[in-house]
């Protein structure tokens, strides 16, 4: 079965710090990029970063509300993609979902489609 599951995801304080991870099974993340997207209650879908399939470069995009806070990567070798969030801040609460797809990190990449979805782990911040 070829899938994405997220994880890492919780309750945390302002300012504090998750990490989220997105796994792979069934497939190799390998030749994909691999995109961060939320999405709140009552909201539209939001893609928060982006990062290019490794195959072709190590360019990553960030929506302007989360740069310099959040850090996504890669580790081919563990088939896992990561999305570090530090500052966190309570406009930062959301349902985050993992996505690979053949596509470039460029400005409209959340707009592009994206062939595998996890199901979302969900982040809340709060005191």
């Known amino acids: 079965q070829l899938q994405l599951v997220e994880s890492g995801g919780g309750l945390v304080q302002p300012g504090g710090s998750l990490r989220l991870s997105c796994a792979a099974s069934g497939f190799t993340l390998d030749p994909y990029a691999i995109g961060w997207f939320r999405q709140a209650p009552g909201k539209e879908r939001e893609g928060v970063s982006c990062?290019?399939?490794?195959?072709?470069?190590?360019?990553?995009n960030y929506v302007d509300s989360v740069k310099g806070r959040f850090t996504i990567s890669r580790d081919n070798a563990k088939n896992t993609a990561y999305l570090q969030m530090n500052s966190l801040k309570p406009e930062d609460t959301s349902t985050y979902y993992c996505a690979a797809g053949t596509v470039f990190c460029n400005g409209d990449f959340a707009r592009r489609r994206w062939d595998f979805w996890g199901q979302g782990t969900q982040v809340t911040v709060s005191s």
């Open positions: 990062i290019m399939s490794s195959r072709i470069s190590t360019d990553t």
